[in-house]
């Protein structure tokens, strides 16, 4: 079995793209990249220095329920490739932590499975999570801000 990385989905960046509302109802708010910590989540690339950028709301959760939560993200202003590769994404190589949680199918959080995992323990952490019973996907999050950065899954 192999860690597969999923970024945001492409039909949800090009809504906002293209001026559609995020999460908390109202229109991204629009920005440029300083180039230093600021990870796009549907291309999982960092937005270059100077490149035009959206900060929105994103709920990474198909309903909302008490476990889905909003928090901002990053995203490219102008429509990017969507990140489809089974290797980690470069972007998740950039912090020294990230936080990492499973969640069941039916999009609840597994308690106990969450914690501040090290960038080179990432794939080995999210795999063991993955592989207890009951475990549907990962999350990774910043760990010092808590920003959905990519779903992790099995395949």
Do not use: W
């Amino acid at each position: 079995m192999t860690l597969s990385y999923h970024p945001i989905p492409t039909d949800h960046a090009r809504h906002l793209q293209q001026g559609g509302a995020d999460a908390n109802n109202q229109p991204a708010e629009h920005d440029i990249s300083d180039g230093n910590g600021n990870p796009c989540r549907h291309c999982l690339k960092n937005i270059p220095q100077g490149a035009k950028m959206l900060i929105c709301a994103y709920r990474p959760f198909p309903a909302a329920q008490p476990y889905a939560e909003i928090g901002p993200i990053f995203l490219c202003a102008d429509e990017c490739t969507s990140y489809d590769a089974q290797n980690a994404p470069d972007v998740l190589k950039t912090s020294a932590t990230y936080l990492i949680r499973g969640y069941t199918a039916d999009n609840r959080i597994a308690y106990g499975t969450g914690k501040i995992t090290a960038m080179a323990d990432l794939a080995t952490a999210s795999a063991k999570i993955l592989n207890a019973n009951g475990i549907a996907y990962v999350h990774v999050r910043s760990a010092s801000n808590n920003c959905f950065q990519c779903k992790i899954t099995l395949e």
